[in-house]
C-alpha cells in the first residue's frame, strides 16, 4: 500500500518570506500526487497535482511543487508568503487496490504566518 | 454552479442516537466518499462508491453505513455503534478515468458531528 509522511506538523514563516512544506511518499509504482489545503472549517481545495507529466508542478495561488522519484519526495514551495496563505495542507498520494484507486493522505502540516 | 452541497453544517447528536448527513453532487460525477477528520490525524476514509447501488468499506467502516440510490447522492448515517462519532465528516466526489492517472477529488465543506 501507498502511504505519505508530512515532516513537519506545523511551519511558521513571516509574511514575505519564502514557504516549504515537506513530504515524502512510498510508492510500489509510479503515483499520482496531489497537495490540497484546508482553511479553518472547510472543505479541501486541490492545489495542484502530479500525474507522471513535467516533474515541476505549478498550481493557484503561487504554489508549486517539484517530484523527486530519487528522493521519493513532493514538496510544496511558494516565493513568498501571504497573510491568507495560512491554513492546513495536506500531501496525498494516489493507492491503486483491487481494481479501484483511492487517495491516501498525509496528517497534514499547519502553516502559520506572522505580519 | 456545480460542486457538492452536505448538510448540516453543524448537527448535535444525544448518545444512543442513529444520524445521517446528507451530500449532493452536480459535477456527474461516478465515485463518491465520505471522510473522517480528526485533530492531527488527516483524513480516513469510512466508505466510497463507484457507481450507483454499489458501495464499498474504506479504512474505518465499523458503525457507519450508506447508500447510493441515486448517482447525486451519497448519505451516510453514523449509527450508535459508531464509538466516538465526534468529528468533521467531508464527503467527496471523483471522475472514474477509464485509463491514464487519478483524477483529483472534489470535496464538500464539511458537517461537524457533536456526540452530547
Known amino acids: 500500500a501507498q502511504s505519505v509522511t508530512q515532516l513537519d506538523s506545523h511551519v511558521s514563516v513571516s509574511e514575505g518570506t519564502p514557504v516549504l512544506l515537506r513530504c515524502n511518499y512510498s510508492?510500489?509504482?509510479?503515483?499520482?500526487l496531489f497537495w490540497y489545503v484546508q482553511h479553518p472549517n472547510k472543505g479541501l481545495q486541490l492545489l495542484l497535482k502530479?500525474?507522471?507529466?513535467?516533474?515541476l508542478v505549478k498550481g493557484i495561488n503561487g504554489f508549486e511543487a517539484e517530484f523527486k522519484k530519487s528522493e521519493t519526495s513532493f514538496h510544496l514551495t511558494k516565493p513568498s508568503a501571504h497573510m491568507s496563505d495560512a491554513a492546513e495542507y495536506f500531501c496525498?498520494?494516489?493507492?491503486?487496490?483491487?481494481?479501484?484507486?483511492?487517495?491516501?493522505f498525509g496528517k497534514g502540516t499547519k502553516l502559520t504566518v506572522n505580519p | 454552479d456545480g460542486g457538492i452541497t452536505q448538510s448540516p453544517k453543524y448537527l448535535f447528536r444525544k448518545e444512543g442516537q442513529n444520524v445521517t448527513l446528507s451530500c449532493e453532487q452536480n459535477?456527474?460525477?461516478?465515485?463518491m466518499y465520505w471522510y473522517r477528520q480528526d485533530p492531527g490525524q488527516g483524513l480516513r476514509l469510512i466508505y466510497y462508491?463507484?457507481?450507483?447501488?454499489?458501495?464499498q468499506k474504506g479504512d474505518i467502516a465499523e458503525g457507519y453505513s450508506v447508500s447510493r440510490e441515486k448517482k447525486e447522492s451519497f448519505p451516510l448515517t453514523v449509527t450508535s455503534a459508531q464509538k466516538n462519532p465526534t468529528a468533521f465528516y467531508l464527503c467527496?466526489?471523483?471522475?472514474?478515468?477509464?485509463?491514464?492517472?487519478?483524477?483529483?477529488?472534489?470535496f464538500g465543506p464539511g458537517t461537524r458531528l457533536t456526540v452530547l
Open positions: 467527496a466526489s471523483s471522475s472514474q478515468p477509464t485509463s491514464g492517472p487519478y483524477n483529483e477529488q472534489f
Open positions: 510508492s510500489s509504482y509510479s503515483p499520482s
Open positions: 502530479y500525474t507522471s507529466a513535467a516533474t
Open positions: 496525498v498520494v494516489s493507492d491503486r487496490q483491487g481494481g479501484s484507486e483511492k487517495l491516501v
Open positions: 459535477l456527474n460525477h461516478d465515485a
Open positions: 462508491s463507484q457507481i450507483v447501488n454499489d458501495f
